[in-house]
């Protein structure tokens, strides 16, 4: 049973240009959320989708930040005309309906050059 | 804003030894907490979650929890060096939406 998987698992990015994160959930599970983190700091929430649906997003930055879970594929976070204060760990947890314990992928390392 | 508060270290300890990792709460309205591991560059792993008042026991982990004084606490028993990471804790407020601490950092010397 595969666990959350992500790609890619590094970027680079010039300013200005977009990134792209891509997260499919664990087998079963349907429930996605996003983190970020920046070195030597917690995971701070961003948001929390279900399929076709963004349940919470008070997490997610006013502009620029985006995400989606379709109906077919995987949940994506995009972050448009990227600066370099984006450059972070992103990981993408996945539970399971009803249940509130997260496993977590091997995270995005985004570099914002 | 929901806070949850962690030592940020490093605790060090002794092989062998039991490490005692502390984290309190803001909201007296939280349902469930947990304990993450993240080794440097990993993903977090989780370790253990309880949700009642009391202690969880799981091979050399314990989780306390005392909903009163708001505060959950994870213990190591026979630490090994292979312990060594950061240790997250979590609480999950208004079901499905998650807070995180800073981290504590756990140094357990051979």
């Known amino acids: 049973n595969a666990g959350v998987m992500q790609n890619p698992r590094h970027l680079v990015r010039r300013r200005g240009q977009e990134a792209r994160l891509r997260c499919s959930p664990m087998?079963?599970?349907?429930?996605v959320y996003w983190y970020r983190q920046l070195p030597e700091e917690g995971l701070k929430f961003m948001v929390y989708?279900?399929?076709?649906?963004?349940?919470?997003e008070s997490g997610m930055p006013k502009e620029r930040f985006s995400a989606e879970f379709p109906k077919e594929g995987p949940s994506i976070l995009r972050i448009q005309q990227v600066v370099r204060g984006d450059s972070a760990a992103y990981f993408c947890?996945?539970?399971?309906?009803?249940?509130?314990?997260?496993?977590f992928g091997p995270g995005t390392r985004l570099t914002v050059l | 804003q929901k806070e949850v508060e962690q030592n940020s270290g490093p605790l060090s300890v002794p092989e062998g030894a039991i490490a005692s990792l502390n984290c309190t709460y803001s909201?007296?309205?939280?349902?469930?907490f947990f304990w993450y591991r993240q080794y440097s560059g990993k993903s977090p792993e989780l370790i253990m979650f309880?949700?009642?008042?009391g202690d969880k026991e799981d091979g050399r982990f314990t989780a306390q929890l005392n909903k009163a004084s708001q505060y959950v606490s994870l213990l190591i028993r026979d630490s090994q060096p292979s312990d060594s990471a950061t240790y997250l804790c979590?609480?999950?407020?208004?079901?499905?939406?998650?807070?995180f601490g800073s981290g504590t950092k756990l140094n357990v010397k051979p």
């Open positions: 909201d007296r309205g939280s349902q469930s």
């Open positions: 087998k079963g599970h349907s429930h």
């Open positions: 989708l279900q399929k076709e649906n963004i349940i919470d």
């Open positions: 309880i949700y009642s008042n």
């Open positions: 947890a996945s539970s399971p309906q009803g249940a509130d314990t997260q496993y």
């Open positions: 979590a609480v999950n407020y208004n079901f499905n939406k998650f807070y």
